[in-house]
C-alpha cells in the first residue's frame, strides 16, 4: 500500500485534490477526514498540515508526499523534489519601506522578520551576509511598523498587501515556488517503487491533458513537412493517407494556448484543421 501525504488546507489542498482526482484517485469527502484508503489503486492518502509534510516524508513512514517548495526548503527536512506540479506558484521575496535597501548586500547588521527563517538564512549564509532572522508566525507586514524588523521576506503573489503596509519588494527574488511532489532523499526502491512511478506517470498525464489538445487535420501531402513543422506534437504526429489521392489526415496534440493560432497558420498552408477533444490520458 503507497502512502501519501496531502496538504489538509490552505492554497495547496484544494488544487491537489483536484489533480489527484483527475488521476484517477479516490479522495475525502469532507475536510474533517486526515486519512482515506483507495483500495482500488493501493494507495493511503494522510491529510496533513503543509508545513509537516516534508518531516513527514523525510522519517520514512510516509513514501511521497505534495507540498509547496517553499515549504520543503524551509523545513531543512531529509527529502527532495521529484516532480513539479504547476499549482500554487509563488515569488518569495524581501520588502522594506522604500528607500530602505536596494539588495541582499544592504541587509548586513539588519534584522528580518519572516516565517520561512530556513529559508531566509540559507539564502543570507549563501551570500555571506550576517543578519538578524526573526521569526513570526502569520502575516508579518506589520513587523516593521512596530519595529520588530527592518525588512520582511515572505510570498509575494499579487504585491497588495505589501502595498497597503507601505512596503515595496526589492532585490532579486529569494526563490520562486509551486506545489511539488517529494519523497525521502536517497530512498531505496522497495516493494512500493512500481506504485510510486505509477503515481508520478499518473500525474505526469494530468499535466499534458491540463496543456494540451488534440488538433486534427487534412492537408495535401506536397505541404504536410510545413505543417508538421507547425504540429510536431510531443513526440511525432500521427500521419493517414485519405482516400483523395495526394491528401493526408494529421493527428497532433499542441499546447492549448496556442491552438488558435496554430490553426491559423495551418490554414494559411491550405491544410483544414479542427480542434477534436482535450486530452484525458497520456502515454509517457
Known amino acids: 500500500m503507497l502512502r501519501i501525504a496531502v496538504p489538509n488546507k490552505g492554497s495547496l489542498s484544494g488544487p491537489a485534490a483536484e489533480m489527484l482526482h483527475e488521476a484517477g ?3 475525502r469527502r469532507e475536510s474533517k477526514e486526515l486519512r482515506i484508503v483507495d483500495p482500488a ?3 493511503e492518502f ?3 498540515r503543509p508545513r509537516d509534510i516534508a518531516i513527514y516524508v523525510s522519517s520514512g513512514k510516509l ?3 505534495i507540498t509547496g517548495r517553499d515549504l520543503l526548503i524551509d523545513s531543512g527536512a531529509h527529502a527532495e523534489e521529484i516532480l513539479p506540479l504547476g499549482f500554487a506558484r509563488s515569488t518569495f521575496r524581501f520588502a522594506a519601506k522604500p528607500g530602505t535597501a536596494d539588495g541582499v548586500q544592504d541587509l548586513k547588521g539588519r534584522t528580518v522578520a519572516t516565517s520561512y527563517e530556513g529559508i531566509v538564512e540559507g539564502h543570507l549564509a549563501e551570500h555571506g551576509i550576517d543578519a538578524s532572522v526573526v521569526h513570526l ?3 508579518v507586514e506589520t513587523a516593521i511598523e512596530l519595529g520588530v524588523a527592518e525588512v520582511i521576506a515572505d510570498v509575494v503573489e499579487t504585491g497588495t498587501s505589501l502595498r497597503n503596509a507601505g512596503l515595496e519588494v526589492f532585490g532579486e527574488p529569494i526563490m ?3 506545489a511539488v511532489v517529494i519523497r525521502r532523499t536517497d530512498a531505496e526502491p522497495d516493494e512500493a517503487e512500481t506504485k510510486v512511478q505509477q503515481f508520478l506517470r499518473r500525474l505526469q498525464g494530468v499535466l499534458v491533458a491540463r496543456t494540451y489538445v488534440m488538433m486534427d487535420y487534412d492537408c495535401r501531402v ?3 513537412e510545413k ?3 507547425l504540429t510536431p506534437g510531443l513526440e511525432s504526429p500521427t500521419v493517414s493517407p485519405l482516400h483523395n489521392e495526394g491528401w493526408v489526415a494529421v493527428r497532433a496534440m499542441v499546447p492549448a494556448k496556442e491552438a488558435q493560432r496554430i490553426m491559423d497558420d495551418l490554414y494559411d498552408i491550405g491544410a483544414r484543421a479542427i480542434l477534436t477533444t482535450a486530452i484525458h490520458a497520456c502515454r509517457l
Open 25 to 27: 484517485y479516490r479522495q
Open 41 to 43: 489503486n493501493e494507495v
Open 46 to 48: 494522510f491529510y496533513l
Open 63 to 65: 513514501d511521497i508526499g
Open 137 to 139: 508566525d502569520g502575516a
Open 176 to 178: 520562486k515556488s509551486e
Open 222 to 224: 506536397e505541404q504536410l
Open 227 to 229: 505543417a508538421v513543422a
